[in-house]
């Protein structure tokens, strides 16, 4: 895996939240979120380097990394549990982070199951992920729910 693939990567992960293959719809994804939230542009980021480091460490093809299939999962988990817990400190963000780690995994065992059936997996590890993940949030004492309305 080169420097290359990784960048590439990255800002493709974000990009295939919009199922493009563009690095810059993943460039204006971010600039985007940044106008919106510094927090969740950087949970989007670590979300997508997540799901990309997560693919490599499982050995996945390299233009599968570089495509940003691995990331776009992992960086909705991020987005979403980040940016539903209010802290002041670093406590939702290593949610999040945790739950880009397991969008990446499901998402890899989803397309292996759905693949002799000729199914995408789609945005299914993000959806799963997150409802496990907000389930069990309570469980976790320094997690507060944000504020919203």
Known sequence: MTATTV????????AQVFFQDNAVTGIFFAVGLLASSWRVCCAALL??????????????????????????NSTLAAIALVGGFAMANAVPMVYGVLAAVAAAVVFAAMSAALEPLGMPALTGPFVLTSWLFLLASPLFMRLRPAAHG
């Open 7 to 14: 960048v590439e990567g990255l800002i493709k992960g974000l």
């Open 47 to 72: 979300g997508s380097l997540t799901g990309l480091l997560v693919a490599w460490a499982m050995g996945a093809a390299e233009p599968a990394i570089r495509s940003g299939a691995f990331g776009f």
